[in-house]
């Protein structure tokens, strides 16, 4: 089996008196020209979210009013991770 690395490229042909222009002259005049429709529907999207959302502060307000929160099994399965991070640093030295 053969493998081409060139395929689908072919001589470069130039009309003679007409210079040649790189791709990249045509594509950085298309580039000049930028559009920021979406732009403008991201910021004014921006504008109306509020700074701060009442359901999620009056959410935390309630978890930290209650006793039982975090669970017990959350607070040994953290302890344990914070346990081994400590006898692997212990380990490491």
């Known amino acids: 089996m ?5 395929a689908g490229t072919g001589p ?3 009309t003679p008196g007409r210079p040649m222009i790189p791709p990249s ?3 950085k005049q298309a580039a000049d020209s930028a559009s920021f429709h ?6 004014g999207a921006l504008q109306q ?8 502060v009056e959410r935390a307000r309630t978890l930290i009013s209650d006793n039982n ?3 017990q099994s959350t607070i040994k ?3 344990k991770l914070v346990a081994e991070h400590l006898a692997s640093d212990t380990a490491d030295q």
Do not use: F, H, K, W
């Open 2 to 6: 053969e493998v081409n690395p060139n």
């Open 12 to 14: 470069i042909r130039n």
């Open 25 to 27: 002259v045509t594509n």
């Open 38 to 43: 979406g732009a403008d529907a991201v910021n």
């Open 49 to 56: 979210t509020p700074a701060v959302r009442l359901e999620a």
């Open 69 to 71: 929160y975090p669970p």
């Open 77 to 79: 399965g953290m302890s």
